[in-house]
């Protein structure tokens, strides 16, 4: 069903301009030799089906959760959810020793297609925030891609992280875990998506790590089981992870 559900959300998406697949192209005028009818009579249980699902209640939020940069409390929120992901990946598998830190989770405010609005939060709510199959990913940056990571998120304007802060002026950054200035002096394990950890949106410093592991867990059903667990979001501690000085 999953499969579906994600085949037709992708369809739906499309045909209302709110992605864009592969890039801009010109519009195709697209013509069948057979009544619209007999189309509509071979999705039609899908649909009922797929917007059941969709229509499903997952929790509620006491206020609206939008992006901006440097820093939101949306962009914080799924940053959080990918890092504890990953973190409990770390701990439990094979690939990581006991020396876990530091560690820190980025991903990329293109990632976030929608806001989270005040009321209850349905689980298309969720695929319209993160309609992409994107997988939870660890990686290792030795201190010289840290430098490279930092430069990127300095020229970006601010993304969103999980457990460090980072202070930016000029053409300087500064990264602290746990309140502790980070001295380039280790790897960091930074947890992101795999489209990150490729390269993408302009992060190519993820290209030159070979220490790259898949959780297999996708970003949206993360989000999704925070938010049943949880019942209720809502807005916790201050705005102070990015701090840029111009």
Not at 32 to 56: G, H, I, R, T
Not at 94 to 102: A, V
Not at 151 to 166: E, F, L, M, W, Y
């Amino acid at each position: 069903m999953k499969y579906f559900v994600s085949f037709f959300l992708l369809l739906f998406l499309i045909s209302c301009g709110n992605l864009t697949p592969g890039g801009e192209g010109e519009n195709v005028t697209i013509t069948a030799d057979f009544e619209s009818n007999s189309l509509d009579s071979v999705f039609s249980p899908y649909k009922a089906e797929m917007e059941e699902e969709m229509n499903e209640v997952l929790g509620y939020a006491d206020t609206s959760f939008i992006k901006h940069q440097p820093e939101s409390y949306l962009g914080d929120l799924v940053a959080d959810i990918v890092y504890a992901e990953g973190r409990e990946f770390m701990a439990k598998t094979k690939y990581f020793g006991p020396g876990l830190e530091p560690s820190m989770a980025l991903i990329n405010f293109g990632g976030l297609r929608a806001t989270i609005d005040e009321g209850p939060i349905t689980k298309g709510d969720i695929f319209s925030l993160m309609p992409f199959d994107n997988l939870i990913t660890v990686t290792v940056l030795q201190p010289n891609l840290v430098k490279k990571m930092l430069k990127t998120i300095n020229d970006a304007g601010g993304q969103p992280v999980s457990n460090c802060r980072i202070r930016m002026s000029g053409i300087k950054q500064w990264l602290f875990f746990d309140g502790e200035e980070y001295l380039y002096d280790k790897p960091v394990y930074v947890i992101t998506s795999d489209y990150l950890a490729g390269g993408g949106d302009k992060m190519s410093f993820f290209k030159e790590t070979s220490h790259k592991v898949s959780t297999g867990v996708l970003i949206r059903n993360a989000i999704i089981d925070y938010v049943q667990e949880v019942d209720t979001l809502r807005i916790e501690g201050d705005l102070d992870r990015i701090h840029i000085v111009r």
